[in-house]
């Protein structure tokens, strides 16, 4: 099965060089080919456009920033769409709205193709050793056509029938992933302003039933200060974002998620949009007078 891949980015790269490695023929694209050049030395094939992409591969990978890149790559000029062969697919695994997987769906049926939204939970750690979570939304057939390719890239798969379902759980996650985010960051900003040590505080999280690994994980993080991203800011507000768009669709008020995106925004005025999201203590930390120590 010959594979194409947009999007060499912090998650798409990790995964694309799984592929390579697991021996599937692989053209790649991205807007910056520097991107690819590990790739481009392991047998990868570079390609002009999305479209030569498509031209070129029975299925098509891609994983970008926002729905607005998505759209572009996908129905824009040299887009997968103008190059896709009979009866391909293009699986998507961004994090972008219901709306536009919808239409791209509706798109790629015209055409006699098949679009697929495919979103991951997990991060660089995850897509290297391929361990990711993965919800495939979309034409049931297609999507089992494309399992070896999901196999590779995570230790386990939900199929749905509905691909809207799919993006819906996706952005369901990232918003448990922001709100929990958000409860540490006060939480141990609060400790802190107190004299609570945030080694206590996590400590108590662990042994308690409030364990969670994100919590160990970022809040060690933060107690070190690192900051180094492993999913920015600016792709945090993004995704709270779509949130609150697919829940104002669906009629459902998510008040708790309005302030959270409200905090992240302060975190992008403060201009730490490429910074991992973690780094939005920052923004409480400014308020409170205080910093999270070691």
């Not at 708790?256 to 490429?274: D, F, H, M, P, W």
Request: glycine content about 8%; hydrophobic content about 45%; aromatic content about 6%.
């Amino acid at each position: 099965m010959k594979i194409g891949f947009i999007g060499l980015g912090m998650m798409g790269k990790p995964m694309a060089l799984r592929l390579v490695d697991k021996g599937f023929p692989l053209h790649v694209f991205n807007r910056t080919r520097g991107k690819a050049a590990e790739l481009l030395k392991k047998g990868a094939v570079w390609c002009a456009s999305p479209a030569e992409v498509s031209e070129k591969s029975d299925v098509v990978i891609s994983m970008v920033s926002d729905p607005r890149v998505l759209e572009e790559i996908s129905t824009g000029s040299d887009g997968v769409l103008e190059g896709i062969r009979a009866n391909g697919v293009h699986i998507d695994m961004s994090t972008v709205s219901p709306a536009v997987t919808k239409k791209l769906e509706q798109a790629y049926r015209k055409k006699g193709a098949t679009f697929l939204h495919a979103l991951v939970l997990g991060s660089v750690p995850q897509a290297t050793d391929g361990s990711l979570l993965i919800f495939v939304g979309g034409d049931p057939e297609a999507a089992h056509r494309c399992e070896s390719i999901f196999n590779v890239l995570g230790r386990r798969i939900w199929y749905l029938d509905e691909i809207t379902t799919a993006t819906h759980l996706k952005l369901i996650c990232n918003l448990f992933i922001a709100s929990m985010m958000t409860a540490l960051s006060e939480g141990l900003v609060l400790g802190q302003k107190v004299g609570l040590s945030s080694r206590t505080i996590l400590e108590v999280l662990k042994e308690s039933s409030l364990a969670a690994p994100m919590y160990e994980t970022k809040g060690n993080a933060i107690r070190r200060r690192d900051f180094i991203p492993r999913f920015m800011v600016t792709h945090m507000h993004k995704d709270v974002r779509l949130v609150l768009e697919a829940a104002h669709a669906a009629g459902v008020p998510l008040p708790a998620v309005e302030a959270v995106k409200e905090l992240y925004s302060k975190a992008l005025k403060l201009g730490l949009e490429q910074e991992d999201y973690s780094a939005v203590i920052k923004v409480l930390e400014r308020s409170a007078g205080v910093e999270i120590k070691s």
